[in-house]
């Protein structure tokens, strides 16, 4: 008997080894899926012994499930509610990291935006009627300090407190991608969604990814992608705000979709657009949020605060387009070319 189990496990074990070697034999491609997803477009390209479309599909969905505010069954959208939710993981790993940069931000960075970001038209409700009393009145309704974790709970001490996980969900969807491609043993990805991006070794050609930096021209369609710099890393989490896409004027006040939560305005200055790299992609996504508010010079005092991040801040003055860098950001030659 025993030694029937001992011959047993000795051919499992040959079986697994040889599935092993077979598995590392086959030759690798390289697979390029793209689409649509969150209201924007997404490109990820990877190199893998199986097309991993499924499992990306699959990462996709369970960001939505968490996230969305359009999906009326998401974690988000039932807390907005105020049902009883137990938050997934995901949605925790968000919450925190959403939390933790309010924080270093001052709370230029705020996800209990949402009735602003609705009221402005911006959101999933038609444009309110805004007046300076209706802004006060939304204002109040604001502050991260008003949301806690208690256990796998999101506590309120408002029940009209609502929030919106949009200038980070992109970022933290393309993390959850590359994690998973990673742990299918990929080590050359990109992952690109809706201009928020993971990427690392290598493309099809043996080269550094290529990553577009885009001029912030108006673009409310977010159809042009004029290329302001290209630039090559072997790896990174890179995002970029601006608001130069999602925006209309009322009158001649142009109304863009970052809203001051301090002031309870759309945010009106010369900072242009704001592309931050950062050790996870949901993180530069929620600081390049935060430079959009928080304006050129307080972006770079917040950036170089960090140990991780680095920016570059394209700044409209006099028809010009200036670069402000934060410390960290390594690129200047690219941008100079
Ligand atoms: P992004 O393109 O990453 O800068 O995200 C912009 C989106 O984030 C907007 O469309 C709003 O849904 C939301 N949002 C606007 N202002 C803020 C803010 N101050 N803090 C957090 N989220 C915001
Ligand atoms: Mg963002």
Redesign the pocket.
Known sequence: MNRHRTWLALTMAALCVGLLVWNNDRPQHYYHHSGEVFGTLYNIRYQAHANLSDSIQQCLKQVDDALSMFNQNSDLSRINRNEPVTVSTDFLRVFTEAQSVSDLSGG????T?APL?NAWG??FENKAQMTAERVDSLRALIGYRRIHLQGRQIVKDHPAIRL?A??IAKGFACDKVAEMLRRQGCTNLLVDIGGEVVASGKNSKGELWTIGLTKPIDDPTGTRQELQATLRYDSVCMAT?GNYR?FYYEGTERRS?????RTGYPVQHNLLSATVTASSCMRA?AL??AC??LGAEEAVRMIDQTDDAACCLIVGENDKQVFVLSKRWTHIEELIK
Do not use: C, K, L, Q
Not at 108 to 111: L, S, T, Y
């Open positions: 230029a960075f705020d996800m935006v970001v911006f959101g919106d949009g200038a705000s999602n979709h970052t809203i001051d939560p996504d390049a949020t959009m508010v």
